[in-house]
């Protein structure tokens, strides 16, 4: 992470408000970034880099004060993700053979 970054995380962990917030979010920030940018699939390596470069420039667009760029770059890395938060909220279906359900009757003609 750069310099930057570690300024305003440093900024709100000095504040007893959002110190607490600022832990949850790096915690489900790092489960979910592993969920999702698994390091071990590298499928994703290119769209890890490209990720991590989004991160630097929406950090250089706020300390710009460029809210709008901000905003924009802000939704364009959210649909890089998109794939892959919606693959792991909805995973693909299962097929499985049902076979016959417990207790039932396997002989013809009883009843």
């Keep these: 992470m750069n310099q930057r970054f570690h300024a305003i995380i440093g900024d709100m962990a000095d504040?007893?408000?959002?110190?607490?917030?600022?832990?949850r979010l790096l915690i489900d920030h790092t489960r979910i970034g592993m969920t999702f940018y698994n390091?071990?699939?590298?499928?994703?390596?290119?769209?890890?880099t490209e990720a991590a470069d989004q991160h630097d420039q929406i950090i250089a667009l706020i300390e710009a004060g460029d809210?709008?760029?901000?905003?924009?770059?802000?939704?364009?890395?959210w649909e890089l993700s998109r794939s892959q938060?919606?693959?792991?909220?909805?995973?693909?279906?299962?097929?499985?053979?049902?076979?016959?359900?417990?207790?039932?009757?396997?002989?013809?003609?009883?009843?």
Excluded at 39 to 48: E, M
Excluded at 67 to 77: F, P, Q, T, W
Excluded at 85 to 111: D, H, N, V, W, Y
């Design 67 to 77: 809210a709008d760029g901000a905003a924009a770059l802000a939704v364009a890395h």
């Design 39 to 48: 390091p071990r699939n590298t499928g994703l390596a290119a769209q890890r």
């Design 85 to 111: 938060i919606e693959s792991f909220i909805t995973p693909a279906g299962m097929q499985i053979p049902l076979g016959q359900a417990p207790g039932t009757l396997t002989e013809r003609g009883i009843s």
């Design 15 to 23: 504040n007893e408000y959002l110190a607490p917030s600022l832990r």
